[in-house]
């Protein structure tokens, strides 16, 4: 077992690393500067987390929101690793004891936001406590093409310079030119080692629909997962708390969460998610990217995210722990006007209003997809996939049409009316309904006047929003939103190229999506019972209920049912401290009696050197009064046994050393023999 392994199983409770991270994990450790791109939920901090254990000296980690330092560094204590935070958020206590446990060396990792590196003092303070290594979270954050850009990341490099330490640096969404000017940045365009681990979360099933009244297609997502936790993101202040006020007006725990609330009242949010089973938030993108909530089972979508890369990063917050999870996001024409708008409106330059366009065709290009959504997904990342069988494009094939002539029709109004008019009054020309805007303009004369009276005003609806979706018109922000014709609709329009759409279903009753089950029927109690104890637990100790064991830990327990502490051990989740802590307990709701073990042992649970214990004990007991049971009695003390069985001395000297000679001349024999089977 390597020193990375052995961490991983003794600290974090994990048997193997999940794909990609024992790599980085490696390559940070040896002190090589680092960038790794993994998807959220892919094991990201363990990557710099594991590697400080490794390292001597201290790990300082420049993260961007203090909800999500605090819940990291919680986390690590419950994992009984020392690690603090210097945040404005701070008590005077808490800032103390960081500073007591850096004097002391105890500490192995430090939390700070980007923000302190703008003290002049910061450099030297960080050369002063022996910092060894820089581990940048969320490191897109320190690119203007990045869609979460944080100004003070621009002084990363210069840490880096100032302290001459090697930089891993890590983010779960970052395409090629965030990438290139990660590289620019943080380590002055000499290359690091890059790892691109993939952006397929395989966990996470997706799902698009078209808005048909959205707001009962959110209440009835929400009713099917009810007892979940969720996110609702919404694009306006206004329905978050519209939308959260009618999910609780359904029954279920709801509150909303924006950037006009209060400092105190967002944080009252932040702290009930983070420890509420079942809670829903609804929430503007403000909400999420300090979550560090593993077991988030749902994010829906009520209006069309800004970006690909906001959609991934924002679905991202599901499923973390590697349990089920699902997702739904809702768009419609408003939407994409809106988000055209936004960008013909702001004030980044042509070159930059231009890839925002092409990075919300990207999303478009997804929701309006007509073939499994993963692959559009990974293909806008560069990843070529099968077919997922796991979204709802997999779950159920679109109903579709050539939508070339319908296409051309539309165009031709758009035309005519010489792109000075939205998809009403264009609809009101196609299906020849006789309006007095269309009678004052002169437009019940044109030769498009009634031509695509074949298709519904609904349907008509739907072809102009997947018009816009595959960017073939734009609203025109000089014309109050008119439609104008894209340079893409030109080969359509001459009939040198088809296209196909998805058939409306507005018209018909929308199916809701089978909830995917966490366990089986047989074992759901169960799961029930141990969320009840977890819930009991984490309240009693005022932490997050994911903190004492996350959903997926919780699941494997309830399948494969452990009968003593040995088997809860291996559960993945289950460390060494979190054993001590919390073992007992949950082994009691399993097997329904406790079991009393050692502390010396506790510490071998799990492990070979357990079961040596075990043997050695058993031998111990039948020699304890000698060979023929006449001797005044002797026995060794557990920490001796504890000893014996890691160490596994392989002659009678060596085993005299720990046991002495008394001990060892009456089990040395026979432990030898225990200890020579063993290897």
Known sequence: MTAASGLLRDVFGFDAFRPGQEEIVQAVAQGENVLAIMPTGGGKSLCFQLPALMRDGVTVVISPLIALMRDQVRALREAGVEAGALTSGNTDEETDAVWQALSEGRLKLLYIAPERLA??????????????????????????????????????????????????????????????????????????????????????????????????????????????????????????ETLAAALADAGHNACAYHGGMEPGDRRTVESRFSREDGLIVVATVAFGMGVDKPDIRWVAHADLPKSIEAYYQEIGRAGRDGAPAETLTLFGPDDIRLRRSQIDEGLAPPERRMADHARLNALLGLAEALGCRRQT??????????????????????????????????????????????????????????TDKVREKGHDRLPTFGVGQEFSRPQWQAIFRQMMGHDLIRPNPDRHG????????????????????????????????????????????????????????????????????????LIEMAEKRPANLDQMARINGVGAKKLDSYGAAFLEIITGAAEDMHPARMKLAGRDAGSVYDRLLAVQADLIRGPDGTDKPISCSSSQLAKLAQARPGDEQALTRILGDRRAERFGPAFLDVLRMAD
């Open 119 to 240: 003290a002049g003092s910061a450099p030297g303070m960080l050369r002063r406590i022996g910092v060894s290594l820089i581990a940048v979270d969320e490191a897109h954050c320190v690119s203007q093409w990045g869609h979460d850009f944080r100004p003070d990341y621009l002084r990363i490099g210069e840490l880096r310079r100032a302290l001459g330490v090697p930089l891993a640096a890590f983010t779960a969404t970052a395409d090629a030119e965030t990438r290139d000017e990660i590289v620019t940045r943080l380590f002055d365009g000499q290359p690091p080692r890059s790892f691109l681990r993939g952006f397929d979360r395989p966990n996470i099933h997706l799902a698009f629909a078209a808005k048909n009244g959205p707001r009962q297609q959110i209440l009835s997502f929400a009713a099917a997962r009810k007892g979940q936790s969720g996110i609702v993101y919404c694009g306006t202040r206004a329905k978050t």
């Open 377 to 434: 997904l990974l293909g806008y990342f560069g990843e070529e996939a099968a077919p997922c069988g796991h979204c709802d494009l997999c779950d159920q094939a679109p109903e579709t049409f050539d939508g070339t002539q319908a296409v051309r029709k539309a165009l031709s109004a758009i035309l005519r009316t010489e792109e000075w008019f939205g998809a009403g009054h264009l609809i009101d020309i196609l299906t020849g309904n006789l």
């Open 482 to 553: 008119a439609l104008t014709m894209t340079d893409a609709a030109l080969p359509i329009l001459r009939d040198q190229q088809a296209i196909t759409l998805r058939s409306d279903s507005v018209a018909k009753p929308e199916r809701r999506p089978a909830v995917r089950a966490l366990v089986s029927d047989e074992d759901a109690p169960l799961l029930s019972a141990l969320k009840a104890k977890r819930r009991a637990l984490a309240e009693a100790a005022s932490l997050p209920a994911y903190m004492i064991f996350n959903d997926r830990t």
